[in-house]
């Protein structure tokens, strides 16, 4: 992660506005700020105060003269045809590239849920960027997007977990940890979970869209990370009766 990560300014309802102006444009050619007012019908200051977010993001080229890039430009074709199915995975395949977006979804994994005013604040406070009002907006916006994706769920002013994450984490807890667990204490080793305990959580897309999710401890040790790998390496060989280099 980045030691300062840019956070939108706007709320999630202008930063889509400013994507469609930029998405309006031609992938790799320069859009002028005059356009992007007249277009999104934002101010020169609140566009350019978002460019950041969307530099990073992967939504614009960088420089002087920006441009809309080939995912804003489908990202903008979909928000105009309100092709929601689309939106959210062109959004998905933004945010899990995101380190930053997914340690933070991460956070309500391990913390179980938050209210949405710690969450906000901890995104900010996170991302080290600045306490302005705007940041706040921009960490909001983020959230609109969590929930788009279904990575997280807002019930009553607490946020928690998303749909596709809960049915990830209930795959996970009928299928592979029962084993694991098995496993583990027929080698007489302790099982017992430390509320104190920190974990990180590595993630990969598959090709179906459905995210894998390996949540490991902090502490894990370079033979416990080879462990996994092996662990992998079995699946592979049991699934796809794959021949694998030892």
Not at 99 to 118: D, P, R, Y
Not at 213 to 230: M, Q, S, V, W, Y
Request: overall charge negative; hydrophobic content about 40%.
């Amino acid at each position: 992660m980045t030691d300062v990560y840019k956070l939108p300014t706007s709320s999630y309802e202008e930063l889509i506005k400013i994507i469609k102006a930029y998405g309006a444009g031609k992938v790799g050619v320069s859009v002028s700020l005059d356009d992007l007012v007249k277009s999104s019908g934002m101010s020169r200051t609140v566009i350019s105060k978002n460019n950041g977010f969307l530099v990073q993001a992967g939504l614009i080229t960088e420089g002087n003269k920006k441009s809309p890039t080939e995912i804003c430009k489908k990202l903008a074709n979909s928000y105009v045809m309100n092709l929601q199915d689309k939106t959210r995975l062109l959004w998905r395949e933004l945010i899990n590239q995101d380190e930053f977006i997914t340690s933070m979804i991460s956070v309500i994994g391990i913390k179980s849920k938050l209210s949405k005013a710690e969450f906000i604040n901890h995104i900010v406070y996170s991302a080290n960027c600045g306490h302005g009002p705007g940041y706040k907006a921009g960490a909001a916006a983020l959230i609109e997007i969590m929930k788009l994706i279904n990575s997280i769920n807002e019930i009553d002013g607490e946020i928690v977990l998303g749909d596709t994450m809960n049915q990830e984490t209930k795959a996970v807890d009928s299928e592979l940890m029962p084993k694991s667990i098995i496993s583990v204490e027929q080698e007489g080793a302790n099982t017992e979970v430390k509320p104190e305990m920190s974990f990180y959580i590595q993630q990969y897309t598959c090709e179906s869209g459905q995210i894998a999710k390996i949540i490991i401890p902090d502490n894990a040790t370079e033979d416990d990370l080879l462990g996994f790998r092996d662990m992998l390496n079995i699946a592979l060989k049991r699934k796809f009766k794959l021949k694998l280099e030892e």
